[in-house]
T-cell receptor, first 113, second 114 residues
Framework: GEKVEQHESTLSVREGDSAVINCTYT??????FPWYKQEAGKSLHFVID?????DRKQSQRLIVLLDKKAKRFSLHITATQPEDSAIYFC????????????FGKGTKLSVKS | DMKVTQMPRYLIKRMGENVLLECGQD?????MYWYRQDPGLGLQLIYI???????SEGDIPKGYRVSRKKREHFSLILDSAKTNQTSVYFC?????????????FGPGTRLTVL
């Protein structure tokens, strides 16, 4: 089955700098790659996604890049703010109709002011 | 406002007791999920439900079972709980299929098995 590896377990940046979180996946049939954010003590919520028919997507300060050849995707958070501090999870949806997401283990991002 | 609810939010049980975790959604979503989250392990999928009485094992189904008798309710049952089932359990529902696969998560249930 699909395996998703999230390369940074922790990341610390200064306010205003950019943060980059990298993930790799194994299933070439995966076609959907979302990112979720979990603030301390809270649940997860969706932040941005990308589909395999594009290689870049931006939503305000969030940019997702997808490199299908390398089976790698990344989340870029520009102009970081303290409220960006959270755990970020990448995920991949396998091909087929079983609606299953495989999550990475999460990256704890700390934005220091 | 789309909402997924979970009850109870906190639960302490003794080893060998039965556990019932409940999840509800008011969005008529067909597909629902149960995950567990452990430090350093991310989210692990326990079960998927595609609709009433249409359930499928996830990656770690052993020791768990589920029940979905109404579209808006999805229950996770632990028969004879074990200490290694201490975890935070999240329920989620799927917004829809194409073009969005966004999952909505409930607030979680923190289960401690002593």
């Amino acid at each position: 089955g699909e395996k998703v590896e999230q390369h940074e377990s922790t990341l610390s940046v200064r306010e205003g700098d950019s943060a980059v979180i990298n993930c790799t996946y194994t299933d070439t049939a995966s076609s959907y790659f979302p990112w979720y954010k979990q603030e301390a003590g809270k649940s997860l919520h969706f932040v941005i996604d990308i589909r395999s028919n594009v290689d870049r997507k931006q939503s305000q300060r969030l940019i997702v890049l997808l490199d299908k050849k390398a089976k790698r995707f990344s989340l870029h958070i520009t102009a970081t703010q303290p409220e960006d501090s959270a755990i970020y999870f990448c995920a991949a949806r396998s091909g087929g109709s079983n609606a299953k997401l495989t999550f990475g283990k999460g990256t704890k991002l700390s934005v220091k002011s | 406002d789309m909402k997924v609810t979970q009850m109870p939010r906190y639960l302490i049980k003794r080893m060998g007791e039965n556990v019932l975790l409940e999840c509800g959604q008011d969005m008529s979503h067909e597909t629902m999920y149960w995950y567990r989250q452990d430090p350093g392990l991310g989210l692990q999928l326990i079960y998927i439900s595609y609709d009433v009485d249409s359930n499928s094992e996830g990656d770690i189904p052993k020791g768990y079972r589920v029940s979905r008798k109404k579209r808006e309710h999805f229950s996770l049952i632990l028969d004879s709980a074990k200490t290694n089932q201490t975890s935070v359990y999240f329920c989620a529902s799927l917004l829809g299929d194409i073009p969005s696969y966004e999952q909505y998560f409930g607030p979680g249930t923190r289960l401690t098995v002593l």
